[in-house]
């Protein structure tokens, strides 16, 4: 069973210290961090895809790049295939990128202007493989073909192209050395909405065209059904809740997520729900409350969630929540 | 043809049930606008002979995607146009006065007092170096005059305590805990949902009877989202006041509005009663657009897509702008332009398909 998982991360922690100054560092007993991950665990299965979703600074984004070790974790571990991957010596870790990569949310402002496109797809096979230009520009051509380009884009820089357009250049150039597992990070929110919706089944396809595991980070509750086949539920650094996508739209469990799905809007008008209205915005990740980090807008708190952390717990196969009132 | 178009809307505004309650007069009527920019000679048209109308106490939604001349329609509704862009020809009937006619310094008291907008980006549109209740003042003080006329008992609102009450009123009423300390804030020290409600409140105090709200919801979260748009609709009904809703949300229509019109490339392709619009769309544009938004009910690998892009601007397609990623496309789309044809007294639509 074990075999199966192609990424397990436990307990992966990441603190940014908030006083970065000489002279606060010594003048400033304890100095103030900003918890933006939070001892989060999970495992990724070998072809699945995993949603983390959750509102600005919940730390999703942050969690996918301490995953990617693109950022070094303050604690915990990621284990990919098998092997640790924090702390690995700089030369290890660059060999690592060829499976790890990794869509990024601009596609206006993550791929370099003053490149054509053939360079820009040309950069990673340079780094990784000695091709000979020939080999290299047939390569080309299958990346431009898989995300639905033709060569004649490969002359072009960035500015000629449309949002779409460029992101699928962002997927191309993630897909160039064959990774095991991507990381999008709002791989669609920059885009229009009949576009967005090209390039989510353009995702779909290419994972089962290469067998590709992903980890979709998004804020967008409706995508992030769509895509997953699990979803992770993310609020102030922890993750609160985990399952399948159905259950948890159907039957969402903590009432952070409870509030968060009744809070989508339907393209729906005939469509009706409960509707939770929760009140204030999310507290500061420097001090966050005590006790289950979400009880200062929780409609259904009592006293324990101010004084005791809950845990991550299994209630249901394949399914995990935070929460003390759920049994 | 216009002019039947027109008479059209209005036999519909007597005829249709909209579900709103009340007046059912029209507010503000846009007729024929079209916005032109000189750019190398030739002239662009973000936005292309529009006619529509908003009517008392009505949230009209304005869907499209960007580039479809969304915001641009509503800087042409409170004449902020600036060169090199012009509005050339048609009206803009507000309360039976022609805003094109009206001086820069007629168009002043209107703007904020009569017709007030709130953006997209609160961060942005507020002043970030004034307090938050200064920066509600100034309505105030800039509309001083016309609100001492409409409000004989608050003639008092010359002297600063009385417009600090004022002030104060506004931040309640969008929900602003302990307003007295925040008013002597800062926009930085406010979260984007805070920052929201403060560009509400200042767009409210002038009492105008047209709000036009750009994206109001689009930078914030979820169930920020949702916390702005019940405060929308609840001082919507309070205040009898008329919303022009501009989003690229359909989601945030369907919540929201009475009637919806769906813009493409400068043009409004359809307008129809909200259910309407969302049970029967008719322009293959509206159709695509709501088969391609995953929504509760849509199983993996079963969204659609609409092929192609949005065309830009320099380049907008001859005949129907739509023809190059229409599914249903015809010889004669891609030649005329299709009329603005009523399918029902509150469904329009400007689609080949259904011309005989």
Not at chain 2, 15 to 21: A, D
Request: proline letters at 6%; charged letters at 20%.
């Amino acid at each position: 069973m074990d075999g199966d998982y192609l990424l397990r991360v436990q307990n992966l922690t990441k603190y940014f210290s908030v006083n970065t100054g000489v002279f606060a560092q010594i003048f400033s007993a304890g100095s103030d961090h900003v918890k933006a991950v939070d001892g989060i665990s999970f495992d990724v299965r070998k072809g699945e895809t995993l949603g983390i979703v959750g509102e600005s600074g919940c730390g999703k984004s942050t969690a996918g790049l301490t995953i990617l070790q693109l950022l070094s974790p303050t604690a915990g571990d990621v284990i990919f295939n098998g092997e640790s991957i924090v702390d690995l010596p700089s030369r290890r870790k660059r060999l690592l990128r060829k499976n790890l990569q990794m869509i990024l949310q601009n596609p206006y402002s993550s791929l370099n202007p003053r490149m054509r496109i053939r360079d820009i797809l040309a950069e990673p096979l340079n780094n990784f493989e000695s091709n000979k230009r020939e080999q290299q520009a047939h390569r080309i051509a299958e990346l431009l073909d898989y995300v639905g380009l033709t060569w004649a884009h490969s002359e072009r820089f960035p500015h000629e192209l449309s949002g779409g357009q460029r992101q699928r250049i962002g997927i191309a150039r993630a897909l160039a050395l064959q990774p095991k597992l991507i990381v999008a990070d709002e791989p669609v929110s920059a885009l229009d909405v009949s576009v967005q919706s090209q390039i989510l089944n353009l995702l779909l396809k290419l994972k089962e065209q290469f067998g590709l595991t992903y980890l979709f980070i998004s804020h967008d509750l409706a995508v992030v059904r769509y895509i997953s086949d699990r979803i992770a539920v993310m609020y102030l650094g922890q993750i609160i809740e985990l399952g399948l996508p159905d259950s948890i739209y159907r039957e969402p469990l903590h009432p952070y997520t409870r509030a968060l799905i009744s809070a989508i809007p339907e393209p729906d008008p005939h469509y009706q729900r409960e509707r939770i209205v929760l009140s204030g915005g999310v507290p500061s990740p420097i001090n966050p409350p005590s006790g289950c980090r979400f009880h200062t807008r929780c409609p259904i708190a009592v006293k324990r969630c101010s004084q005791e952390a809950p845990t991550l717990r299994l209630v249901a196969p394949d399914r995990q929540v935070m929460c003390h009132l759920i049994q | 043809m216009k002019a039947g178009t027109k008479s059209g809307q209005s036999l519909g505004s007597n005829t249709n049930i909209t579900g709103v309650k009340g007046s059912q007069d029209i507010l503000i009527e846009v007729a024929d606008i079209t916005v032109s920019f000189r750019a190398n000679g030739s002239a662009l048209k973000p936005v292309d002979d529009i006619s529509f109308h908003i009517k008392r106490g009505e949230i009209l939604g304005m869907v499209g995607e960007s580039g479809s001349g969304k915001t641009i329609t509503a800087l042409s509704m409170m004449r902020l146009i600036e060169p090199p862009g012009r509005i050339n020809g048609g009206h803009i009937i507000y309360r039976g006065e022609d805003l094109l006619q009206k001086t820069e310094s007629e168009m002043r008291k209107i703007r904020g007092k009569e017709i007030a907008m709130i953006w997209q980006d609160p961060m942005a549109s507020l002043n970030p170096v004034k307090r938050i209740g200064d920066q509600i003042e100034e309505v105030l003080r800039i509309h001083r005059r016309q609100i001492i006329a409409g409000n004989k008992e608050s003639s008092a609102l010359k002297s600063m305590a009385t417009r600090t009450e004022v002030t104060l009123a506004a931040l309640e009423e969008v929900n602003i805990a302990e307003p007295a300390i925040r008013m002597k804030e800062y926009p930085h020290q406010l979260s984007g949902g805070m920052q929201q409600r403060v560009m509400i409140a200042m767009a409210l105090v002038g009492e105008p009877s047209l709000l036009i709200a750009d994206e109001p919801t689009t930078a914030l979260d979820v169930t920020i989202q949702l916390q702005i748009l019940e405060l929308l609709k609840s001082l919507q009904k309070g205040k009898a006041m008329s919303i022009l809703l501009i989003t690229h949300d359909l989601g945030v229509v369907a919540e929201m509005c009475h009637r919806v019109q769906v813009m493409y490339c400068g043009r409004i392709v359809e307008s129809a009663d909200k259910n309407d619009l969302f049970d029967n769309p008719a322009h293959p544009y509206t159709q695509g657009l709501l088969k391609s938004i995953p929504r509760h009910d849509v199983k993996k690998g079963e969204l659609d897509s609409i092929s192609g892009v949005v065309p830009d601007l320099t380049a907008i397609p001859q005949g129907c702008a739509f023809h190059t990623r229409c599914p249903m496309v015809m010889d004669k789309c891609r030649q005329q332009l299709p009329d603005f044809i009523s399918l029902s007294p509150s469904h329009q639509v400007r689609c080949h398909l259904y011309c005989d």
